[in-house]
Every structure is written in C-alpha cells, then in structure tokens.
C-alpha cells in the first residue's frame, strides 16, 4: 500500500514571500504557531515551507544569516533557496548551494534547489527570469548533492517547476539533461511542481478538477522528467498549490476546490509516486483587497478561519 500524504504549508502571508507581490498586515508569529498546531492534529506531519532568495555574490552572508536564524528555530524547514542573481553567477551559487547543506543539511527537511526557473515570464516573482537560471538548478543540485555525501547530510535534495506548457518549443527539459546528464537525474531526492489549476489559466469546474490534475502531473512524470532522464523512482512532490478566494471566488468554493485537488493527488500518489502536498499560503496578505494575490490564504488577514482552514484539518487527519 502506497504511503500516507505528507502535507505542508507556506506559514506567512504572501506579505512574506519573495517577489513583493502583496502587502498587508505583518506576520503574527503566535497566531501562526496556534493555527499550524491546529491543522496539524495529534502527531502527523505537517512540513512548514520558507524561501530564502539568493540575489548574487553580495547577497550570501545576508542569505546564511537568514538561514541561521531559521536553523535555530529548530523546525524542519522544506525551505526553497531562490535563486535571483542579474548576472546569473552559477559558479557562486552553486558555491553557496554547498554551503548550505554543509552548515545545515542534517537540520532543514527538504532543500528546494530554485524556485520555478523555466518560468520565463513572470518578472522577478520567479528564477526563470533571470540569466542562466537552468544551469543554476543543474549545477545548484549537483554541488548539493556532493556535499550532502560528503558530509553525511540527510535533507532532501531537489527542485520544483511550474507545468510545461510547450516543452518541445521552450527545450527546457532537453537542455537539463544535455547539461546534467545522469549524474544530474542521480542527485535529484524529489522533483516538485507548482499547481494552480483554476486560478492561472482558463476557469475549471469542481467536476473538470480532478482530470486537469490527472493530467498536469502525469506530463510531468512521463514527458518532462523522462525527457530529462529523471526516473519514476524519483517522488513527485506538489510544492505549491492553493485557491484564491474573493469576488467571484466564493470561500466555500476554495474548499471545494482545495479538497477536490488533495484528493485527486491522494489517488495518484502510487501510480505516479506522489509524496507530498504543499499549501500556499496560510493566511491572506490583506482580505479587505480584491486582488487575488492577497487572498490565497485558507485563514483571513485577521486569522479567522476560512472553510477551507477547517477542510485541511480534516485532510490532514484523514490523509496525511
């Protein structure tokens, strides 16, 4: 029998991710803590996710004392090292992927090598923007795969994409495996994807959800990372996924949506080796404003639950 799923969260409001895409009020550490508890139940595993942007050489004493601090915290971080450098310096990124899991690698859970790097056209909300982004998760993954046998380190070593929608035009897959080869495909602990059926994209019924999901994930498994070289022994982690709520986008229909998804993975997690299931985001950014990047949370900015908070619990309870 295929295992359970492992389910994680984006803590904070999108206030707190990379990329400035909304603002509203500041994080409240209690009020997280309260809710994680909460939607972790008795005993089961609920990873918390965080992100670390790495913007260029400049940046790395700044990134390893955010990592520090995270460190001390004493969480199994699944933590995302974004890489968004102008100038696209691979050699000292992969340098610093290196030390990364040398000073951390028996404390974080997961190490995302990347944050969506073949997305090309979302500007500096994802690594894809950025100059020699593809070799920066080829070469991010292979120095964090060396130093983890090199020192014994056990945090998982991958990366996580956003779904292809022309491979054979855009030749990202075809470049990764030219670049990596099998010493790349070797390296790689999971391969994660970002979903956002229904919210990116063309509209999707509750009843169109389950076959939209089916689909993203087996072209991931059997197109992109076989193109790759990547085999299906690899797990597939969904690494982000979440439904906005606002006008037109009822608050009961994010929990339709959110528990049509998770149940559609849970069902496919043995035929296409599925691991995990990660939300983004806890919170909304700031509900008083329409725009759906501020209201992806399944709590509102005030941490009152939506339905969908009390949804995940019971998932979690039931799933994970």
């Not at 339709?256 to 599925?274: D, K, P, Q, S």
Request: aromatic share 8%.
């Amino acid at each position: 029998m295929a295992a359970p799923l492992i389910f994680g969260v984006f803590p904070l409001g999108m206030a707190g991710a990379p990329g400035g895409l909304a603002v509203g009020p500041p994080d409240n550490i209690e009020a997280i803590g309260r809710a994680l508890s909460e939607l972790q139940g008795d005993g089961k595993t609920l990873l918390p996710r965080m992100y670390v942007v790495w913007s260029g050489p400049e940046s790395t004493a700044a990134a390893h004392a955010q990592l520090d601090q995270l460190a001390a915290a004493g969480v199994p971080w699944d933590l995302v090292l974004c890489f968004r450098d102008p100038g696209g310096d691979v050699a000292a990124w992969a340098s610093f992927v290196s030390q990364v899991v040398t000073r951390h690698g028996r404390e974080f859970a997961a190490l995302q090598v990347t944050g969506e790097p073949n997305l090309t056209w979302a500007g500096a909300a994802a690594d894809g923007a950025f100059l020699n982004a593809r070799d920066a998760l080829v070469q991010g993954v292979l120095a964090g795969a060396a130093a983890k046998r090199e020192t014994g380190a056990t945090v998982a070593i991958g990366f996580a994409v956003v779904p292809d929608i022309d491979p054979a035009a855009n030749g990202f897959w075809a470049g990764v495996r030219d670049s990596g080869g099998a010493d790349f495909a070797a390296a790689v602990d999971y391969a994660g994807i970002d979903i956002y059926p229904d919210v990116f994209g063309p509209r999707r019924s509750p009843d169109e959800l389950p076959s939209t999901v089916e689909r993203l994930l087996g072209d991931f498994r059997e197109r992109d990372l076989a193109t790759a070289g990547i085999p299906a022994s690899v797990p597939i982690r969904i690494c982000e996924n979440g439904w906005p709520t606002g006008p037109d986008r009822p608050e009961e229909r994010q929990a339709v949506v959110l528990e049509t998804i998770i149940r559609t993975v849970y069902a496919l997690r043995a035929e296409l080796n599925v691991t995990h299931w990660e939300l983004f985001t806890l919170r909304d950014a700031d509900s008083s404003k329409d725009d759906l990047f501020h209201r992806f949370g399944v709590l509102r900015d005030d941490y009152s639950p939506k339905p969908a908070f009390h949804t995940l619990r019971r998932l979690i309870a039931e799933l994970g």
